[in-house]
């Protein structure tokens, strides 16, 4: 709701530019989401160095914080694109930052977390290591050890992820992976 004294400041074409830009704005969010991608491939080509959208790297915080967006939806494209992901220095690298927050209590909320929970749950566990292997692969995965540990240690809590190897052993190829270079 606009403040009285904003629309007391506004003319009625104001107004209506504003409405026509707010409605421009949550067509486009419904039009992102539904074209947003759900495998890393098809994440990669649209948004990596090379892809036509490179430049929107905020586009996953972007629909994170639009409240027309069905956030279920975006949190499962979002840790699906990391699956048999490989970390560049692009854009590309902003994907597994924004997951991150799916998988801590502290950056979301426990529902959230469970959710991220239930999804890997219902992939293979190769697919689990090599999602892992993504959110913590970079130049410096060993900067991600603190990281690494909180997640172990707040979803061994919950009881219920059926992979929680796949956590140390994903870390554990991304830290040898970053020792080849």
């Known amino acids: ?20 830009s707010i409605d421009s704005i949550i067509k486009a969010d419904s039009t992102l989401m539904a074209l947003f991608p759900s495998s890393f491939n098809e994440y990669q080509s649209l948004f990596g ?10 586009i996953v915080d ?20 990391c699956i048999n992901g490989v970390w560049e220095a692009d854009h590309v690298a902003y994907l597994s930052v924004n997951a991150i927050d799916y998988l801590l209590k502290e950056r979301t909320n426990k529902d959230r977390v469970q959710k991220s929970i239930i999804l890997l749950n219902s992939h293979t566990r190769s697919q689990n290591v090599s999602f892992w292997y993504f959110i913590f692969d970079g130049p410096h995965p060993e900067n991600y050890y603190e990281v690494k540990q909180k997640i172990y240690s707040e979803w061994l809590s919950y ?15 991304a830290v040898k992976h970053s020792e080849q270079y």
């Not at 709701?1 to 026509?20: E, V, Y």
């Not at 160095?49 to 905020?58: I, K, L």
């Not at 009881?159 to 190829?173: A, R, V």
């Open 49 to 58: 160095y090379d892809g036509p959208f490179c430049q929107y790297f905020s």
């Open 1 to 20: 709701m606009l403040s009285a004294p904003f629309m007391a400041f506004c003319q009625d074409d104001d107004l209506s530019a504003i409405r026509k």
């Open 159 to 173: 009881g219920n992820y059926k992979y929680m190897d796949s956590i140390e052993t994903g870390y554990i190829s």
């Open 62 to 81: 972007h629909l994170r914080h639009s409240e027309t967006v069905n956030q279920d939806e975006l949190q499962r494209k979002v840790l699906s694109c």
